[in-house]
């Protein structure tokens, strides 16, 4: 048996009950009241049937956004032996994944939005207001019993699940107590949030073994944090280096001054950060590195440049490396891993003293024309340019079958050209012919742990480059969507270079807006329906040069991410209309939308004797050649109807891909569709439809019959 985590806070709300345990935002707690609250929550869970399910080890979901009650959820049901699972459920795509592919016995959640997603209600427990009574029973804990599990941020490839034993976390927080000397009259401010293994290890549990004061900090602009650190005295400060990169740029270091370590983690700290941040605050960052799967690895303490990483003592390496990728034992490694030696994915050298550095990550390493470069070499290259203020590099296949290529994905501190850059790095870089494209991005996308998005970047990558080489192009329709155009141009344009905007007589600030980007238009200076814009859009796309187009709707309800899936179908099937065949499974769809689909398959299987899977979706793909050549008679949403039933009597394949939708984006979503009048327009369009089809399949019929008479 080992110590409950629990009780640790158990004995320090005995030993120092007065005094500040946690600080979130205004609110104080003491040792002795989050030990109460603990207790609270656990009898409430209780009482809730959470903590009585039959599940031998249960695992239970925590989609709660407010700290304080995710802080005792976590160890309520740590302190009962339960399995606490930590989600980032602030990206809604990764919360469904999970929801649907992974085991779970309970969830709870403190958001009634999150109803709306595919949890089972039987399971589901609401966290409100705690009760009186209290649970103070601590559960007994072997060494190999899990703690809590967790996913992997998906920085290389999807999220994983990750179980955290007693064994894993006390071996590891063992050591850091050593390594970083954090005591009980300490303060501690973290801006890592709670989900990540290191905002966990060093933000919550480390300090509670120890007795120190945790002070969680959401706002993470610089001032934000100086403020934090300030306000609560801090004494040690958990950062990730986008923080770093940020703090070194102000002016007044004075808060920073007075803390006696800081601590990065979750990414590489570029050396010129360290450095810098050193000679300004005479404070010496511990970078530790390691990830979700393997917790601490090796750490270094930057006060001058040239770092080399320390193994932490309990890391057994395989020695006989000396240059490669970096195989590990380690009693911090997950269990549910199941490897004798744990493959990191990093590519290092080893040097004589038993230090090494990282090279790069092993997925990242680009192979051309005899080069062998890893992707953070250019990232660095890149950064050190006069104009850049950030850089990613993904490496992509090369059609000239010169092995890989790379991609670079530039933020500017000023507006410059492709052409630009492109040259500016030739003339500072001997690898700049590695280099294939370079895409201008107002700021690199990351992860909520501020982690580049690399397998992201990389599917855009790929689909702007096989989009400009099939020559495919976004079309929007648009009215009256000023509020949220901006956006929807932005997030297309993350995916595909060529868009037109078809203005629909908008009122509001549409064109001032559009003003901004850089995309091709069409403007109409009346409402003349959402087909007539479609049209108009084909008819452009045409004359562009473009030979197939995705329409998306302006009102934010799609996701531009599923351009890579439309892409990689006209692809295999260029002449198709693809129709994105929206997810109405989600309880915040309203039922109108639900009837709607259902209704307009319907009458499309009967008009066409064709099934469909969703008739009314906007977000579609089609063969501007083709669909030009199908004559329509309807201007407005029953045009979209129209569209497909015509096409499928020109023997136009038509086909399907799934997609997510949003009826509720940030920014608000207005409709403008009419229940009546748009109802009563796509009637009459049925009525035409079917009445179409029948006095054709009656000529057929005839036609036939005059053909067997003649035979016979």
């Not at 032996?81 to 602030?90: A, D, E, Y």
């Not at 941020?153 to 970083?180: A, R, W």
Request: charged residues 25%.
């Amino acid at each position: 048996m080992v110590k409950n985590f629990c009780q640790y806070i158990r004995e320090f709300a005995q030993q120092k009950p007065q005094e500040i345990a946690f600080v979130s935002g205004t609110t104080k707690i003491d040792w002795k009241t989050l030990d109460l609250d603990i207790r609270r929550c656990a009898f409430f869970l209780e009482q809730q049937g959470t903590l009585s399910t039959a599940a031998k080890n249960p695992t239970v979901l925590l989609l709660i956004r407010d700290t304080l009650t995710m802080l005792h959820a976590f160890f309520a049901l740590i302190q009962s032996g339960k399995n606490p699972v930590l989600v980032n459920f602030s990206d809604n795509f990764h919360l469904q994944e999970v929801l649907t592919t992974q085991k779970y016995d309970w969830v709870l959640y403190d958001d009634k939005a999150i109803e709306s997603h595919h949890i089972n209600m039987n399971t589901a427990t609401y966290i409100n207001d705690l009760p009186k009574d209290s649970y103070d029973e601590i559960h007994e804990v072997e060494d190999n019993a899990t703690m809590f599990s967790l996913y992997t941020s998906g920085t290389s490839g999807q999220p994983k699940y990750i179980e955290k034993t007693y064994h894993n976390i006390l071996s590891e927080l063992q050591y850091l107590e050593e390594l970083v000397g954090i005591r009980t009259d300490h303060t501690v401010v973290t801006i890592v949030p709670f989900i990540h293994i290191y905002g966990l290890l060093f933000g919550i549990l480390l300090p509670c073994r120890v007795g120190a004061t945790m002070v969680e900090c959401s706002k993470i602009l610089p001032s934000n944090i100086l403020n934090a650190l300030q306000q609560h005295s801090a004494d040690f400060l958990v950062a990730s280096p986008v923080h770093y990169e940020s703090l070194i740029k102000l002016e007044d270091h004075t808060p920073l001054n007075k803390l006696k370590r800081c601590i990065s983690s979750g990414a590489p700290l570029r050396e010129c950060v360290a450095t810098q941040f050193f000679a300004q605050t005479n404070v010496a960052i511990l970078e530790v590195y390691g990830s979700t799967e393997t917790g601490g690895i090796a750490s270094r303490l930057w006060k001058s440049a040239a770092q080399q990483l320390h193994f932490f003592p309990y890391i057994v390496h395989d020695k006989t490396l000396g240059e490669g990728e970096l195989r590990i034992q380690s009693p911090a490694i997950s269990p549910n891993l199941h490897e004798d030696w744990y493959e990191t994915g990093d590519y290092i050298s080893l040097n004589e003293d038993d230090s090494f550095c990282i090279k790069g990550r092993q997925q990242h390493l680009i192979k051309f024309a005899g080069k062998r470069i890893f992707a953070t070499q250019l990232e660095e290259e890149l950064k050190a340019l006069p104009l850049v203020k950030d850089a990613a590099v993904v490496r992509i296949a090369d059609a000239g079958a010169k092995g890989e290529r790379a991609v670079a994905f530039v933020s500017t501190e000023k507006e410059v050209k492709e052409e630009q850059l492109k040259k500016l790095f030739a003339q500072t870089s001997s690898n700049a012919s590695v280099v294939y494209k370079f895409f201008l991005q107002n700021t690199i996308l990351r992860n909520h742990n501020n982690k580049v998005d690399y397998p992201t970047l990389t599917q855009m990558a790929k689909c702007k480059i096989q989009a400009r080489s099939l020559k495919i192009g976004v079309v929007i329709p648009t009215y009256n969507h000023a509020h949220l155009l901006k956006k929807v141009i932005d997030d297309c344009s993350d995916y595909i270079t060529d868009i037109l905007v078809v203005v629909d007589g908008s009122t509001d600030n549409t064109l001032n807006v559009l003003q901004e980007c850089d995309v091709e238009k069409v403007i109409f200076t009346k409402n003349r329906g959402k087909g007539l814009a479609l049209k108009a859009g084909f008819k452009k796309a045409q004359e562009l040069g473009w030979r197939n187009v995705i329409t998306i709707d302006s009102d934010g309800q799609h996701f531009p991410s599923h351009i890579w899936d439309f892409v990689q179908k006209i692809e295999k099937n260029p002449r198709a209309i693809i129709v994105g065949d929206r997810d109405m499974s989600a309880q915040h769809i309203p039922g109108s939308s639900k009837f709607g689909k259902k209704f307009t398959n319907f009458w499309l299987k009967v008009e066409t004797g064709k099934d469909m899977s969703d008739g009314q979706s906007g977000f579609r793909a089609y063969p501007v050649a083709e669909i030009n050549r199908v004559s329509t008679y309807f201007s407005r949403y029953e045009f979209e109807v129209e569209i497909l039933a015509r096409a499928a009597w020109h023997n136009i394949p038509i086909t399907s891909i799934p997609i997510r939708v949003e009826y509720n984006p940030p920014g608000g979503r207005v409709s403008h569709f009419r229940p009546f009048m748009d109802n009563v327009r796509t009637s009459i369009l049925n009525t035409i439809l079917v009445t179409v089809r029948v006095l054709n399949l009656c000529y057929l019929v005839r036609f036939k019959k005059i053909v067997d008479k003649e035979k016979s």
